[in-house]
C-alpha cells in the first residue's frame, strides 16, 4: 500500500457496533431537520447573512496582485507569442501532402503500415473537410504546450521522487489541478495575459503537466532497488546512476506520460477555445454550436477527432516496447532521417511547382457545409416527435424527482395522479418497513441507504436540508475509513455550503448521480458482454479506444443536436463521456476471476446467470466499485462543459464566472467540484480497500 492509500486506510473506521449506533443517530438527525424544516426554512436556504466572503477575499488578493504581475507576464507573453506564431507559420508553410506524409512516416515507424495508412486516411478528411489550416493552429498549440509540460513535468516529477517534502506539496497541487475544472484555470489567466490564445497555451501547460508528473514518479518508484544497487557497486556517480540505470529502466512509463500529456494538452486547447482569439478547430467547433449549425459541428467536431486519435495513436505507439514498433535499423537512424527529410524534401518540390496554389486550394475542403446543415436539420425533424416524447418521459420521471422530489413532481399531469398526504404516508411507511425488514436480517448498512435514498427522493436534492447533507456526508467517510477522511468531508461540505454554491450542488449531484447510474448500467451490460465474447470485445475496443481520446466538447454535438439546449442534453453529454470506465472496469473484473473458481462452479451445476450473479460478479467487485469511481470522476469533469448546454449546476458558475472574468467566484466553484472529487473518491478508495482490492 502506498503513503497516499495508507492515509485514508480503513483500518481507523468504527467497529460494527459504533457504526450502527452512528447511523442510527444520523437518521435520527435527519428526521428532526425534516421535521423543522416548516419552521426554520434556513434548513434548506442557507441564509446569505452566513454566507463566508471567500469570493471577494480572492478578488481583492488578484486586484493586489494582477498590476504587480502585468508587466512580467506582458513579457512572457511577447516571448510565448512570438514562438506560437513561428511555430504555426512553420506549419502552414508545410503544404498538406508534405504534412501527411510526416505523420505517415511517424505512424510507421511507431506502430507499422497500419498506423501510417490510417494516418493519412484520417488527415485526408481533415483536408476535405476544410479545415487544414485550423487544424494545422490547434497543432501549433500542442505542439508549443507539450514540451514544456513534459519537461517541468519531469523535473518536478523526479524532484517529488527524491524529498519526501516535496513529495507531499506535489500531491495536494495534482489533486487541485486533476479535480478543480480546466475552465476555472482560464479566469486568472485571462486577467493576467488578456484576451488570445496565450491564455490557453499557458492553460494547456498548466493542465497538461500533472500526467507526466504522475508517470515520472510512479516510473521512478518501479526502479528494482538491486539494479540500483548493482550501479552503485559498479562504480557509478549519482548523476551517471540516474542517466545510465534508472531513467532507462523507468523509460517506458514517461513515454507513457508523454502519450498522456499530449492528450490532456489536446483536450485543454479545445476547451481554450471558448476564450476565442485564435482560428483553431475548438473556435469552429464552438461558433457552428452557437449558430445550431449542427452539420458543420458534426464536421469540425470530426476534425478535432481524428486529429486527437492520430496523435495519441503515434505518441502511444512510441511508448511500447520495440518488438511492437518497425526495426531497430529504422528507429535508430533511417527512421530519423525519413522523417526529417522525405517531407520536407516534398514540401520543397511542392513549393518550387507552378501549380503550388492548387495545392493550397485544395485544401479548403471538397464537403458542403450547408448541405451537411440541411441533411442533419431533416433527420431531426424527421424524428422530432419519438424524440420529444423520449424527452419529456426522462424528464418528468427520472430527472424532475431527483431535483424537486416526488412531492413537486408528481403531478396529474406527468404521472396521471397527485402526490397527497396519503401517498406520502403510504411511501414512508413501505421505505420504513423495507428499512426494518433488512435491518434485522443484519443489512443494517442497506437499510440506512435505503431510509437515506428515500428521503432524498421524497424531497429531492434541492430540498434536502444542508446540515443533515453534511452529517451524511461526514458520517459515510467516518464509517468507510475514519476520523481523517471525516475531517475532509466535513470540511469540504462546509465551504462549498457556506459559499452560497448548496443550490448549485445540489444540481451537480443529482446530474451525476442519474448519468452514473445510466453508465454503470449500460456500460455494465457491455462489460460483461465484452467478458463473455472475444469476438464482441474486439469490436468495442475500438470504440471505447475513440471515446477516451476525443475531447470533451465532441459530446455536447449530437446531443444538442437532437435534444437542444437543456439539461437533459447535459445529462446525455455527461453519460457518452463516461460511459468507457465501467465497460472496461466491468469486462477486466470478470476476465480476471480465477479459472478454477469459474470451473467449480460449473461442476456444481451453476447456470450461466447463476455463475455471473454469485460467483463472478462477486469476486470482481471490488474492480468494478473502481470503476464505479472512475465513472464518478469523468462525470464531476465533464460538468463545467454541460454548462455550455444550459445546465444550472457548480460547472455553470464556472462558466458564469469565466464569462465575467470573475476570479473570486471561478475559484470558489471549481474548488467546490475539486471537494466533492476528491471526497468521492477517497470515499470509493476506502471502500476498495476494504473490500480487499487494490487502487493500483
Given at each position: 500500500?502506498?503513503?497516499?492509500?495508507?492515509?485514508?486506510?480503513?483500518?481507523?473506521?468504527?467497529?460494527?457496533?459504533?457504526?450502527?449506533?452512528?447511523?442510527?443517530?444520523?437518521?435520527?438527525?435527519?428526521?428532526?431537520?425534516?421535521?423543522?424544516?416548516?419552521?426554520?426554512?434556513?434548513?434548506?436556504?442557507?441564509?446569505?447573512?452566513?454566507?463566508?466572503?471567500?469570493?471577494?477575499?480572492?478578488?481583492?488578493?488578484?486586484?493586489?496582485?494582477?498590476?504587480?504581475?502585468?508587466?512580467?507576464?506582458?513579457?512572457?507573453?511577447?516571448?510565448?507569442?512570438?514562438?506560437?506564431?513561428?511555430?504555426?507559420?512553420?506549419?502552414?508553410?508545410?503544404?498538406?501532402?508534405?504534412?501527411?506524409?510526416?505523420?505517415?512516416?511517424?505512424?510507421?515507424?511507431?506502430?507499422?503500415?497500419?498506423?501510417?495508412?490510417?494516418?493519412?486516411?484520417?488527415?485526408?478528411?481533415?483536408?476535405?473537410?476544410?479545415?487544414?489550416?485550423?487544424?494545422?493552429?490547434?497543432?501549433?498549440?500542442?505542439?508549443?504546450?507539450?514540451?514544456?509540460?513534459?519537461?517541468?513535468?519531469?523535473?518536478?516529477?523526479?524532484?517529488?521522487?527524491?524529498?519526501?517534502?516535496?513529495?507531499?506539496?506535489?500531491?495536494?497541487?495534482?489533486?487541485?489541478?486533476?479535480?478543480?475544472?480546466?475552465?476555472?484555470?482560464?479566469?486568472?489567466?485571462?486577467?493576467?495575459?488578456?484576451?488570445?490564445?496565450?491564455?490557453?497555451?499557458?492553460?494547456?501547460?498548466?493542465?497538461?503537466?500533472?500526467?507526466?508528473?504522475?508517470?515520472?514518479?510512479?516510473?521512478?518508484?518501479?526502479?528494482?532497488?538491486?539494479?540500483?544497487?548493482?550501479?552503485?557497486?559498479?562504480?557509478?556517480?549519482?548523476?551517471?546512476?540516474?542517466?545510465?540505470?534508472?531513467?532507462?529502466?523507468?523509460?517506458?512509463?514517461?513515454?507513457?506520460?508523454?502519450?498522456?500529456?499530449?492528450?490532456?494538452?489536446?483536450?485543454?486547447?479545445?476547451?481554450?477555445?471558448?476564450?476565442?482569439?485564435?482560428?483553431?478547430?475548438?473556435?469552429?467547433?464552438?461558433?457552428?454550436?452557437?449558430?445550431?449549425?449542427?452539420?458543420?459541428?458534426?464536421?469540425?467536431?470530426?476534425?478535432i477527432a481524428v486529429l486527437a486519435m492520430v496523435v495519441d495513436r503515434i505518441t502511444f505507439g512510441m511508448a511500447q516496447p520495440p518488438r511492437d514498433r518497425a526495426p531497430t535499423i529504422l528507429r535508430k537512424g533511417l527512421g530519423t532521417a525519413l522523417i526529417?527529410?522525405?517531407?520536407?524534401?516534398?514540401?520543397?518540390?511542392?513549393?518550387?511547382?507552378?501549380?503550388?496554389?492548387?495545392?493550397?486550394?485544395?485544401?479548403?475542403?471538397?464537403?458542403?457545409?450547408?448541405?451537411?446543415?440541411?441533411?442533419?436539420?431533416?433527420?431531426?425533424?424527421?424524428?422530432?416527435?419519438?424524440?420529444?416524447?423520449?424527452?419529456?418521459?426522462?424528464?418528468?420521471?427520472?430527472?424532475?424527482?431527483?431535483?424537486?422530489?416526488?412531492?413537486?413532481?408528481?403531478?396529474?399531469?406527468?404521472?396521471?395522479?397527485?402526490?397527497?398526504?396519503?401517498?406520502?404516508?403510504?411511501?414512508?411507511?413501505?421505505?420504513?418497513?423495507?428499512?426494518?425488514?433488512?435491518?434485522?436480517?443484519?443489512?443494517?448498512?442497506?437499510?440506512?441507504?435505503?431510509?437515506?435514498?428515500?428521503?432524498?427522493?421524497?424531497?429531492?436534492?434541492?430540498?434536502?436540508?444542508?446540515?443533515?447533507?453534511?452529517?451524511?456526508?461526514?458520517?459515510?467517510?467516518?464509517?468507510?475509513?475514519?476520523?481523517?477522511?471525516?475531517?475532509?468531508?466535513?470540511?469540504?461540505?462546509?465551504?462549498?455550503?457556506?459559499?452560497?454554491?448548496?443550490?448549485?450542488?445540489?444540481?451537480?449531484?443529482?446530474?451525476?448521480?442519474?448519468?452514473?447510474?445510466?453508465?454503470?448500467?449500460?456500460?455494465?451490460?457491455?462489460?460483461?458482454?465484452?467478458?463473455?465474447?472475444?469476438?464482441?470485445?474486439?469490436?468495442?475496443?475500438?470504440?471505447?479506444?475513440?471515446?477516451?481520446?476525443?475531447?470533451?466538447?465532441?459530446?455536447?454535438?449530437?446531443?444538442?443536436?437532437?435534444?437542444?439546449?437543456?439539461?437533459?442534453?447535459?445529462?446525455?453529454?455527461?453519460?457518452?463521456?463516461?460511459?468507457?470506465?465501467?465497460?472496461?472496469?466491468?469486462?477486466?473484473?470478470?476476465?480476471?476471476?480465477?479459472?478454477?473458481?469459474?470451473?467449480?462452479?460449473?461442476?456444481?451445476?451453476?447456470?450461466?446467470?447463476?455463475?455471473?450473479?454469485?460467483?463472478?460478479?462477486?469476486?470482481?467487485?471490488?474492480?468494478?466499485?473502481?470503476?464505479?469511481?472512475?465513472?464518478?470522476?469523468?462525470?464531476?469533469?465533464?460538468?463545467?462543459?454541460?454548462?455550455?448546454?444550459?445546465?444550472?449546476?457548480?460547472?455553470?458558475?464556472?462558466?458564469?464566472?469565466?464569462?465575467?472574468?470573475?476570479?473570486?467566484?471561478?475559484?470558489?466553484?471549481?474548488?467546490?467540484?475539486?471537494?466533492?472529487?476528491?471526497?468521492?473518491?477517497?470515499?470509493?478508495?476506502?471502500?476498495?480497500?476494504?473490500?480487499?482490492?487494490?487502487?493500483?
Amino acid at each position: 500500500m502506498s503513503a497516499h492509500q495508507a492515509v485514508f486506510a480503513p483500518n481507523e473506521s468504527l467497529p460494527i457496533k459504533s457504526r450502527q449506533l452512528l447511523w442510527l443517530v444520523v437518521l435520527a438527525f435527519i428526521a428532526a431537520c425534516i421535521a423543522m424544516r416548516p419552521a426554520l426554512p434556513w434548513l434548506v436556504t442557507y441564509p446569505s447573512s452566513w454566507l463566508l466572503p471567500v469570493a471577494s477575499i480572492i478578488n481583492s488578493v488578484f486586484g493586489f496582485l494582477i498590476p504587480l504581475l502585468t508587466p512580467i507576464c506582458a513579457v512572457l507573453a511577447t516571448i510565448l507569442r512570438a514562438a506560437l506564431n513561428a511555430c504555426s507559420a512553420a506549419l502552414q508553410w508545410m503544404p498538406w501532402p508534405a504534412m501527411i506524409l510526416f505523420f505517415a512516416v511517424l505512424g510507421w515507424l511507431a506502430r507499422g503500415w497500419q498506423l501510417a495508412l490510417f494516418t493519412t486516411v484520417t488527415l485526408g478528411y481533415v483536408v476535405m473537410a476544410g479545415y487544414w489550416e485550423q487544424g494545422m493552429n490547434t497543432l501549433s498549440l500542442v505542439s508549443l504546450a507539450v514540451p514544456l509540460a513534459v519537461g517541468f513535468g519531469f523535473l518536478l516529477g523526479v524532484a517529488a521522487h527524491s524529498s519526501r517534502h516535496v513529495r507531499g506539496v506535489t500531491m495536494v497541487v495534482l489533486d487541485l489541478l486533476q479535480t478543480v475544472p480546466a475552465f476555472a484555470f482560464l479566469i486568472p489567466l485571462l486577467l493576467l495575459f488578456g484576451f488570445g490564445p496565450i491564455v490557453g497555451l499557458i492553460a494547456c501547460f498548466v493542465y497538461a503537466v500533472a500526467p507526466m508528473v504522475h508517470c515520472t514518479m510512479l516510473g521512478l518508484e518501479h526502479v528494482p532497488p538491486s539494479l540500483v544497487e548493482a550501479g552503485s557497486m559498479a562504480g557509478c556517480t549519482r548523476l551517471q546512476r540516474f542517466w545510465h540505470v534508472i531513467l532507462p529502466t523507468a523509460k517506458r512509463e514517461i513515454l507513457t506520460g508523454i502519450n498522456q500529456t499530449t492528450m490532456a494538452a489536446f483536450s485543454m486547447v479545445i476547451m481554450a477555445a471558448i476564450i476565442g482569439g485564435f482560428n483553431d478547430v475548438g473556435w469552429e467547433v464552438l461558433n457552428s454550436m452557437r449558430k445550431a449549425e449542427f452539420g458543420q459541428s458534426l464536421l469540425s467536431g470530426l476534425v478535432i477527432a481524428v486529429l486527437a486519435m492520430v496523435v495519441d495513436r503515434i505518441t502511444f505507439g512510441m511508448a511500447q516496447p520495440p518488438r511492437d514498433r518497425a526495426p531497430t535499423i529504422l528507429r535508430k537512424g533511417l527512421g530519423t532521417a525519413l522523417i526529417l527529410a522525405v517531407p520536407l524534401f516534398v514540401a520543397l518540390l511542392l513549393h518550387a511547382s507552378p501549380s503550388s496554389m492548387v495545392w493550397a486550394d485544395r485544401a479548403q475542403g471538397v464537403i458542403d457545409p450547408s448541405g451537411l446543415n440541411r441533411a442533419v436539420i431533416g433527420l431531426v425533424q424527421e424524428f422530432s416527435a419519438p424524440l420529444d416524447a423520449f424527452k419529456g418521459f426522462v424528464l418528468y420521471h427520472f430527472m424532475l424527482p431527483l431535483r424537486i422530489g416526488l412531492v413537486g413532481a408528481v403531478t396529474p399531469f406527468t404521472w396521471g395522479f397527485a402526490w397527497t398526504v396519503e401517498v406520502s404516508t403510504i411511501y414512508c411507511g413501505l421505505s420504513l418497513a423495507l428499512a426494518v425488514w433488512l435491518w434485522f436480517r443484519g443489512q443494517w448498512q442497506l437499510a440506512a441507504g435505503v431510509l437515506i435514498g428515500s428521503t432524498l427522493l421524497l424531497l429531492g436534492f434541492n430540498g434536502f436540508p444542508w446540515p443533515a447533507f453534511v452529517i451524511v456526508v461526514t458520517a459515510l467517510a467516518w464509517s468507510v475509513s475514519g476520523p481523517r477522511l471525516a475531517s475532509l468531508a466535513s470540511l469540504g461540505t462546509c465551504f462549498i455550503i457556506g459559499t452560497g454554491l448548496y443550490g448549485p450542488l445540489g444540481q451537480s449531484l443529482y446530474l451525476c448521480l442519474l448519468a452514473v447510474l445510466i453508465c454503470m448500467f449500460v456500460g455494465g451490460l457491455l462489460g460483461v458482454a465484452a467478458a463473455k465474447s472475444d469476438r464482441f470485445s474486439a469490436v468495442l475496443k475500438p470504440v471505447c479506444d475513440a471515446l477516451q481520446t476525443m475531447p470533451q466538447f465532441i459530446f455536447l454535438i449530437p446531443a444538442l443536436m437532437f435534444f437542444q439546449v437543456g439539461e437533459l442534453t447535459g445529462l446525455i453529454a455527461i453519460a457518452l463521456y463516461a460511459i468507457v470506465p465501467p465497460i472496461r472496469y466491468v469486462e477486466y473484473g470478470i476476465r480476471s476471476v480465477p479459472a478454477d473458481l469459474v470451473e467449480t462452479s460449473r461442476q456444481i451445476g451453476c447456470t450461466a446467470w447463476q455463475r455471473l450473479i454469485h460467483v463472478e460478479l462477486p469476486v470482481a467487485k471490488p474492480v468494478v466499485v473502481l470503476g464505479a469511481n472512475q465513472t464518478i470522476m469523468a462525470a464531476l469533469s465533464m460538468l463545467p462543459v454541460a454548462a455550455l448546454v444550459g445546465t444550472k449546476d457548480l460547472g455553470q458558475q464556472v462558466y458564469i464566472a469565466l464569462s465575467k472574468a470573475d476570479a473570486g467566484l471561478g475559484l470558489v466553484a471549481g474548488l467546490s467540484i475539486a471537494f466533492v472529487a476528491m471526497i468521492s473518491d477517497r470515499i470509493m478508495r476506502a471502500t476498495v480497500s476494504k473490500a480487499g482490492g487494490s487502487m493500483d
